[in-house]
C-alpha cells in the first residue's frame, strides 16, 4: 500500500517537474520571441524617423529585374533608395551586387528584398499545388515547401509569393493548376502548412523565406472560369468560404499577401479596404504587408474604378497595398499626393514600418548576401526523394476494372504510349521559373529502367497533346500488338493550364480520344495515366479503359513515382481535391452545394432519351438536375481508390447532446481488407440541418491519413466544437446555431457512414 502511494505521489511529482518543463520551454520561446519583436520595432522606428519621404516611397517600389544586367538607371534606383523590393532576378552575383549597392553604397543601407514565383518547388519540381492538394497531407505538404525555401533561399530569394490559397469551383480556370482545390477547409490546412514550410519557426533561419498568401481575395470566383474575371460573391459566403483560406494563413503567420487582380462586387480587391483593411487589419490583426499583383494598381483604372494613374496610386494607397508590383503609379504620384494632403504621410510611415519590419524579420540588415555553399546543393537526393514520395501520394487511382493494377514485374512487353509519357518539360506544369526539364525523369525513362529496354515499345501515337494528326496511330497499335498491356499517357500540357491559359472544353485535345478508342480496339489492357493541370471531362473514356490513374503534372520526379505505382512497389493513396464534372454544362459543380428546394434524386432524374414525344411538360415532382447530364458528377470531391479496399463500421459518437462550450468525439474502425498495404484519407462530413442562413449539404470538418497493413484495423477519432461548426448569418454575425447536425465519416465525399448530435444552449 505504502508502495502504492509512493509511487502515486512520484507520479504526481514527476508530471508537474515535466509539465513544467514543457510549459517553461514555451514561455521562455515566447518571452524571447516578445523580445526579438521589440528590438525589431525600436530598429524600424529608428530607422523610419530617419528616411526622407521620397525614400520611404522607394521601399514600397518593387521593380522587376534586369535578366542579370545592372543598367546605369537601376543602378542608381538602387543608390537612391527608390526600390524597395525586386522580383524575378535569380542570378546569385547580380543580385548579392544589387545588395552590395544598396546596403554598402545608399544613403542608409536599407536591403533590398528578393521576390520570385516559388510555387511547387525551385529547381526540385513538386506536384502542382491541385496535385499537392491531392495528397491530403499537410506534413508532406510542409516538408515539400521547406524544400522549396531551402532551394529558393540558396539563390538569394528570401520571398515567395505562395501559397495560392484561392478557392475555385471551376475547371475551366487556368489556374485551378496553381490552388489547393474546391474546399476551404482542406485549403486552409494545405495553405497553413505551406506557410510554415516557407517561413519555419524563424525567418531569419538559413533556408526561411517570406511566405504571400494570394489572391486576396475570391480570385477563383472569376466569371465562366476566364482569368481575371468579375467575382460576385455575397458577404456571408465571402467569408464562409473564400476567406478562411487567408484566415488560416494569417493565424499561421504569413508574413505578406497579395490583392487580387480581379473586383469583387464592384470593388478591385487592389484599392478594396473593406478587405486590405476592415477585414485583414481589423479584424484578423495582420501586422504583415500586402503587395498588389503585377501593375494591378494601373489595372484600377482599366476595371473603371480610377481615372488616371493619380487616383488609383491613391485608392491603392488608401486601401492598403502597401507595396506596387511593377507599374510606377507609387513612385510618381505618391509624393504629390502626400503634399497635396490627399494622402496622410502617417498612411506611408505605416506601410514603410511593415515593410521594414520584414527585412528585419529576415535578418536582412545582417545578412544581406547569400553565399550558395552554405546551403544544401538544391536537387540532392533527399529533395529528390520527398518530391518522389509527394508525387506518389498525389496520384488518384480512379478507376481499376479487375484488379488490372498493378502489373506484375515479371510482365513480358509493355506498350508505353502517348506524348506526355517522355515530355520532361510538361511534366513539370505551371509555374516553374527554375525548373528545368534536363533534371526531370520521365514516365517513359523510370519504366524503361525498372522493366528493362528489352520489354518496353514506345510510340507517341500523337506529337503533343493538341495534335489532330492521327497519322502516329499506326506505330502506336503496332506497339500495342506486340505488348501485354498498353500504359497509355494522355491528358494536356502544361502550358493548357496556369495563369490565363483558360479552357471552355475540359476535354482531351488534340485526338486523344480516337487514340483511346482505337487502342482499345486492339483487344489489349489499357491502363491510362492521365497528366492535367485540372479536371478534365474524361468520362467517355473509362469504358474504354480498364485503369485510370489521374497524375496532374507530378513534376521532376514524375517517372520514378508513376512507374512505382503502375508496378505496385507504392499503392495510390490520392484524393480528389475537387470534384470532377461529367460534363462542362454541369459547372459550377462542388460536393458543398446547397440542397435547394427541390433536390434531384436518381428516380426523380428525368432523362432527355426517355421523355416520350409530345410529353406534358408540368412542375409537379421536378427537381433540380439536367435532362442530358443529370445531377452528379462523374467523381466526388475526397475520391480516390487504392490496391487494397478498407472497411469502414462503428460509427461511435461521445455525446448525443452537447452545449456551445462542450465537444463531441466521432470516430469509427478502420480496416485494410485487402491484399496491400495501402494508406487512406479518412475524411469527416457535417450537416447543419437547419439555419439562419442555409448550410450545405455537407462540409468537410475534418481529415487523417492513416497507414494499414493487410488485415490491420485502427480507431481514427476526430474531435469537434462548436467554432467549427461556426458560419455567417444573415446579419453577417459568425455565428454557432443550436440544433441538429449530421456526421459522416468515410473515404469520400458521399462517405454513408453516419451519425448525428444536437447542440443545446
Ligand atoms: C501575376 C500573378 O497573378 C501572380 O500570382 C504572380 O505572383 C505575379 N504575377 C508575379 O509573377
Given at each position: 500500500?505504502?508502495?502504492?502511494?509512493?509511487?502515486?505521489?512520484?507520479?504526481?511529482?514527476?508530471?508537474?517537474?515535466?509539465?513544467?518543463?514543457?510549459?517553461?520551454?514555451?514561455?521562455?520561446?515566447?518571452?524571447?520571441?516578445?523580445?526579438?519583436?521589440?528590438?525589431?520595432?525600436?530598429?524600424?522606428?529608428?530607422?523610419?524617423?530617419?528616411?526622407?519621404?521620397?525614400?520611404?516611397?522607394?521601399?514600397?517600389?518593387?521593380?522587376?529585374?534586369?535578366?542579370?544586367?545592372?543598367?546605369?538607371?537601376?543602378?542608381?534606383?538602387?543608390?537612391?533608395?527608390?526600390?524597395?523590393?525586386?522580383?524575378?532576378?535569380?542570378?546569385?552575383?547580380?543580385?548579392?551586387?544589387?545588395?552590395?549597392?544598396?546596403?554598402?553604397?545608399?544613403?542608409?543601407?536599407?536591403?533590398?528584398?528578393f521576390?520570385?514565383?516559388?510555387?511547387?518547388?525551385?529547381?526540385?519540381?513538386?506536384?502542382?499545388?491541385?496535385?499537392?492538394?491531392?495528397?491530403?497531407?499537410?506534413?508532406?505538404?510542409?516538408?515539400?515547401?521547406?524544400?522549396?525555401?531551402?532551394?529558393?533561399?540558396?539563390?538569394?530569394?528570401?520571398?515567395?509569393?505562395?501559397?495560392?490559397?484561392?478557392?475555385?469551383?471551376?475547371?475551366?480556370?487556368?489556374?485551378?493548376?496553381?490552388?489547393?482545390?474546391?474546399?476551404p477547409?482542406?485549403?486552409?490546412?494545405?495553405?497553413?502548412?505551406?506557410?510554415?514550410?516557407?517561413?519555419?519557426?524563424?525567418?531569419?533561419?538559413?533556408?526561411?523565406?517570406?511566405?504571400?498568401?494570394?489572391?486576396?481575395?475570391?480570385?477563383?470566383?472569376?466569371e465562366?472560369?476566364?482569368?481575371?474575371?468579375?467575382?460576385?460573391?455575397?458577404g456571408?459566403?465571402?467569408?464562409?468560404?473564400?476567406?478562411?483560406?487567408?484566415?488560416?494563413?494569417?493565424?499561421?503567420?504569413?508574413?505578406?499577401?497579395m490583392?487580387?487582380?480581379?473586383?469583387?462586387?464592384g470593388?478591385?480587391?487592389?484599392?478594396?479596404?473593406?478587405?486590405?483593411?476592415?477585414?485583414?487589419?481589423?479584424?484578423?490583426?495582420?501586422?504583415?504587408?500586402?503587395?498588389?499583383?503585377?501593375?494591378?494598381?494601373?489595372?484600377?483604372?482599366?476595371?473603371?474604378?480610377?481615372?488616371?494613374?493619380?487616383?488609383?496610386?491613391?485608392?491603392?494607397?488608401?486601401?492598403?497595398?502597401?507595396?506596387?508590383?511593377?507599374?510606377?503609379?507609387?513612385?510618381?504620384?505618391?509624393?504629390?499626393?502626400?503634399?497635396?494632403?490627399?494622402?496622410?504621410?502617417?498612411?506611408?510611415?505605416?506601410?514603410v514600418?511593415?515593410?521594414?519590419?520584414?527585412?528585419?524579420?529576415?535578418?536582412?540588415?545582417?545578412?544581406?548576401?547569400?553565399?550558395?555553399?552554405?546551403?544544401?546543393?538544391?536537387?540532392?537526393?533527399?529533395?529528390?526523394?520527398?518530391?518522389?514520395?509527394?508525387?506518389?501520394?498525389?496520384?488518384?487511382?480512379?478507376?481499376?476494372?479487375k484488379?488490372?493494377?498493378?502489373?506484375?514485374?515479371?510482365?513480358?512487353?509493355?506498350?508505353?504510349?502517348?506524348?506526355?509519357?517522355?515530355?520532361?518539360?510538361?511534366?513539370?506544369?505551371?509555374?516553374?521559373?527554375?525548373?528545368?526539364?534536363?533534371?526531370?525523369?520521365?514516365?517513359?525513362?523510370?519504366i524503361t529502367?525498372?522493366?528493362g529496354?528489352?520489354?518496353?515499345?514506345?510510340?507517341?501515337?500523337?506529337?503533343?497533346?493538341?495534335?489532330?494528326?492521327?497519322?502516329?496511330?499506326?506505330?502506336?497499335?503496332?506497339?500495342?500488338?506486340?505488348?501485354?498491356?498498353?500504359?497509355?499517357?494522355?491528358?494536356?500540357?502544361?502550358?493548357?493550364?496556369?495563369?490565363?491559359?483558360?479552357r471552355?472544353?475540359?476535354?482531351?485535345?488534340?485526338?486523344?480520344?480516337?487514340?483511346?478508342?482505337?487502342?482499345?480496339?486492339?483487344?489489349?489492357?489499357?491502363?491510362?495515366?492521365?497528366?492535367?493541370?485540372?479536371?478534365?471531362?474524361?468520362?467517355?473514356?473509362?469504358?474504354?479503359v480498364?485503369?485510370?490513374?489521374?497524375?496532374?503534372?507530378?513534376?521532376?520526379?514524375?517517372?520514378?513515382?508513376?512507374?512505382?505505382?503502375?508496378?505496385g512497389v507504392?499503392?495510390?493513396?490520392?484524393?480528389?481535391?475537387?470534384?470532377?464534372?461529367?460534363?462542362?454544362?454541369?459547372?459550377?459543380?462542388?460536393?458543398?452545394?446547397?440542397?435547394?428546394?427541390?433536390?434531384?434524386?436518381?428516380?426523380?432524374?428525368?432523362?432527355?432519351?426517355?421523355?416520350?414525344?409530345?410529353?406534358?411538360?408540368?412542375?409537379?415532382?421536378?427537381?433540380?438536375?439536367?435532362l442530358?447530364?443529370?445531377?452528379?458528377?462523374?467523381?466526388?470531391?475526397?475520391?480516390?481508390?487504392?490496391?487494397?479496399?478498407?472497411?469502414?463500421?462503428?460509427?461511435?459518437?461521445?455525446?448525443?447532446?452537447?452545449?456551445?462550450?462542450?465537444?463531441?468525439?466521432?470516430?469509427?474502425?478502420?480496416?485494410?481488407?485487402?491484399?496491400?498495404?495501402?494508406?487512406?484519407?479518412?475524411?469527416?462530413?457535417?450537416?447543419?440541418?437547419?439555419?439562419?442562413?442555409?448550410?450545405?449539404?455537407?462540409?468537410?470538418?475534418?481529415?487523417?491519413?492513416?497507414?494499414?497493413?493487410?488485415?490491420?484495423?485502427?480507431?481514427?477519432?476526430?474531435?469537434?466544437?462548436?467554432?467549427d461548426?461556426?458560419?455567417?448569418?444573415?446579419?453577417?454575425?459568425?455565428?454557432?446555431?443550436p440544433?441538429?447536425?449530421?456526421?459522416?465519416?468515410?473515404?469520400?465525399?458521399?462517405?454513408?457512414?453516419?451519425?448525428?448530435?444536437?447542440?443545446?444552449?
Amino acid at each position: 500500500m505504502k508502495l502504492f502511494s509512493h509511487l502515486f505521489l512520484f507520479i504526481i511529482l514527476f508530471g508537474c517537474i515535466f509539465v513544467n518543463i514543457i510549459w517553461g520551454k514555451k514561455s521562455i520561446a515566447r518571452d524571447v520571441k516578445h523580445a526579438q519583436e521589440g528590438e525589431i520595432n525600436k530598429k524600424t522606428e529608428a530607422l523610419l524617423s530617419r528616411l526622407t519621404l521620397r525614400e520611404k516611397i522607394g521601399q514600397m517600389v518593387q521593380v522587376n529585374g534586369q535578366n542579370g544586367q545592372i543598367p546605369d538607371e537601376f543602378r542608381t534606383a538602387i543608390l537612391n533608395g527608390s526600390i524597395g523590393s525586386i522580383l524575378n532576378e535569380v542570378d546569385v552575383k547580380t543580385l548579392n551586387d544589387i545588395q552590395r549597392i544598396a546596403v554598402e553604397e545608399s544613403r542608409l543601407g536599407i536591403p533590398i528584398i528578393f521576390a520570385r514565383d516559388v510555387i511547387h518547388g525551385f529547381k526540385t519540381i513538386f506536384p502542382i499545388p491541385l496535385g499537392l492538394a491531392a495528397t491530403w497531407n499537410p506534413e508532406l505538404v510542409e516538408a515539400g515547401s521547406r524544400v522549396a525555401a531551402t532551394e529558393a533561399a540558396t539563390y538569394g530569394i528570401r520571398w515567395t509569393f505562395a501559397p495560392m490559397v484561392d478557392i475555385t469551383r471551376d475547371p475551366r480556370w487556368g489556374r485551378i493548376a496553381e490552388c489547393l482545390g474546391e474546399d476551404p477547409y482542406l485549403t486552409s490546412t494545405l495553405g497553413a502548412a505551406m506557410v510554415r514550410g516557407f517561413q519555419g519557426d524563424d525567418l531569419s533561419a538559413p533556408g526561411s523565406i517570406a511566405a504571400c498568401a494570394k489572391h486576396f481575395a475570391a480570385y477563383g470566383a472569376a466569371e465562366g472560369g476566364r482569368d481575371y474575371n468579375t467575382a460576385s460573391v455575397p458577404g456571408n459566403e465571402l467569408r464562409d468560404v473564400y476567406l478562411k483560406p487567408f484566415k488560416a494563413c494569417v493565424d499561421a503567420g504569413a508574413a505578406t499577401l497579395m490583392a487580387a487582380f480581379n473586383e469583387i462586387n464592384g470593388v478591385p480587391a487592389t484599392g478594396n479596404k473593406f478587405l486590405l483593411n476592415d477585414v485583414l487589419r481589423g479584424e484578423w490583426g495582420f501586422k504583415g504587408f500586402v503587395v498588389s499583383d503585377w501593375s494591378s494598381v494601373t489595372q484600377l483604372i482599366t476595371h473603371g474604378f480610377s481615372e488616371n494613374e493619380k487616383e488609383a496610386a491613391c485608392a491603392a494607397v488608401k486601401a492598403g497595398t502597401d507595396m506596387e508590383m511593377a507599374s510606377t503609379t507609387y513612385q510618381t504620384y505618391i509624393e504629390e499626393l502626400v503634399k497635396e494632403g490627399r494622402i496622410n504621410e502617417e498612411d506611408i510611415n505605416q506601410s514603410v514600418r511593415r515593410i521594414l519590419t520584414l527585412k528585419y524579420q529576415l535578418g536582412l540588415f545582417d545578412n544581406p548576401y547569400t553565399e550558395p555553399a552554405a546551403f544544401p546543393a538544391v536537387l540532392n537526393d533527399n529533395h529528390k526523394a520527398l518530391a518522389k514520395k509527394a508525387a506518389i501520394q498525389s496520384v488518384v487511382l480512379l478507376q481499376n476494372n479487375k484488379y488490372i493494377l498493378p502489373l506484375s514485374k515479371d510482365i513480358q512487353k509493355v506498350a508505353v504510349i502517348g506524348s506526355l509519357a517522355d515530355a520532361p518539360h510538361d511534366q513539370l506544369g505551371t509555374w516553374i521559373f527554375d525548373g528545368h526539364k534536363k533534371n526531370s525523369i520521365t514516365p517513359l525513362q523510370a519504366i524503361t529502367e525498372f522493366l528493362g529496354p528489352s520489354k518496353v515499345v514506345f510510340a507517341k501515337g500523337l506529337e503533343i497533346s493538341r495534335t489532330r494528326d492521327t497519322k502516329g496511330f499506326q506505330q502506336a497499335v503496332d506497339a500495342a500488338n506486340v505488348s501485354d498491356a498498353i500504359l497509355l499517357f494522355l491528358g494536356e500540357e502544361s502550358i493548357l493550364s496556369g495563369e490565363s491559359h483558360c479552357r471552355a472544353d475540359i476535354g482531351l485535345p488534340g485526338a486523344q480520344q480516337q487514340l483511346v478508342e482505337t487502342l482499345a480496339a486492339t483487344g489489349k489492357p489499357v491502363v491510362a495515366i492521365i497528366l492535367a493541370g485540372r479536371p478534365l471531362t474524361i468520362g467517355s473514356i473509362l469504358e474504354k479503359v480498364d485503369a485510370v490513374l489521374y497524375a496532374w503534372h507530378p513534376g521532376t520526379m514524375a517517372g520514378p513515382a508513376i512507374s512505382d505505382l503502375i508496378f505496385g512497389v507504392e499503392a495510390p493513396s490520392g484524393k480528389l481535391p475537387v470534384t470532377f464534372p461529367l460534363a462542362v454544362g454541369q459547372i459550377p459543380i462542388y460536393y458543398s452545394h446547397k440542397n435547394t428546394g427541390k433536390p434531384a434524386t436518381k428516380e426523380s432524374w428525368q432523362k432527355m432519351y426517355d421523355i416520350p414525344v409530345e410529353a406534358f411538360q408540368l412542375s409537379i415532382g421536378n427537381t433540380s438536375h439536367y435532362l442530358d447530364a443529370g445531377f452528379e458528377p462523374l467523381f466526388p470531391f475526397g475520391f480516390g481508390l487504392s490496391y487494397t479496399t478498407f472497411e469502414y463500421k462503428n460509427i461511435k459518437i461521445s455525446a448525443g447532446q452537447i452545449k456551445m462550450n462542450e465537444t463531441v468525439d466521432i470516430s469509427t474502425e478502420i480496416k485494410n481488407t485487402g491484399q496491400f498495404t495501402g494508406e487512406e484519407v479518412v475524411q469527416l462530413y457535417v450537416r447543419d440541418l437547419f439555419a439562419d442562413r442555409t448550410r450545405p449539404v455537407r462540409e468537410l470538418k475534418g481529415f487523417q491519413r492513416v497507414r494499414l497493413e493487410p488485415g490491420e484495423q485502427k480507431t481514427v477519432t476526430f474531435t469537434l466544437g462548436a467554432k467549427d461548426l461556426s458560419f455567417y448569418n444573415r446579419k453577417m454575425q459568425q455565428v454557432t446555431e443550436p440544433g441538429k447536425f449530421f456526421v459522416w465519416i468515410g473515404g469520400n465525399s458521399n462517405a454513408d457512414l453516419k451519425t448525428e448530435f444536437e447542440i443545446i444552449k
